[in-house]
């Protein structure tokens, strides 16, 4: 069975850190693309990182941009995502998912033509 599991959320005070995990189950990591996106209720989902296959190109939405960092580790089949200075606002269901994009060097933001998703972590920021 092909998986992705996503751990790692929590309750944090603001200015906070919290590292999400994204593992692959069924499958091997190095093929895909990977893309951590979030949703706060009664929003849209919004892509928050990515990362390509081969590592070397990785992009963040500016909200996020000198707090979160996205990394991956072939060895555990596991994407990261360290997010640290936490604020309310980041407040939110974060999923990862997979994308089997053709060119290496490359990842996208966007929830549509993902072809894997993991079923989502709870992220809390508050006082």
């Known amino acids: 069975q092909l998986q992705l599991v996503e751990s790692g959320g929590g309750l944090v005070q603001p200015g906070g850190s919290l590292r999400l995990s994204c593992a692959a189950s069924?499958?091997?990591?190095?093929?895909?693309?990977i893309g951590w996106f979030r949703q706060a209720p009664g929003k849209e989902r919004e892509g928050v990182s990515c990362?390509?296959?081969?590592?070397?190109?990785?992009n963040y939405v500016d909200s996020v941009k000198g707090r979160f960092t996205i990394s991956r580790d072939k060895a555990k089949n596991t994407v990261y995502l360290q997010m640290n200075s936490l604020k309310p606002e980041d407040t939110a269901v974060y999923y990862c998912?997979?994308?089997?994009?053709?060119?290496?060097?490359?990842?996208?933001?966007?929830?549509?033509?993902?072809?894997?998703w993991g079923q989502g972590t709870q992220v809390t920021v508050s006082s």
């Open positions: 069924g499958f091997t990591l190095d093929y895909y693309a």
């Open positions: 998912a997979a994308d089997a994009i053709l060119f290496q060097t490359m990842c996208k933001m966007t929830p549509s033509g993902q072809n894997y």
């Open positions: 990362i390509s296959r081969n590592g070397d190109t990785t």
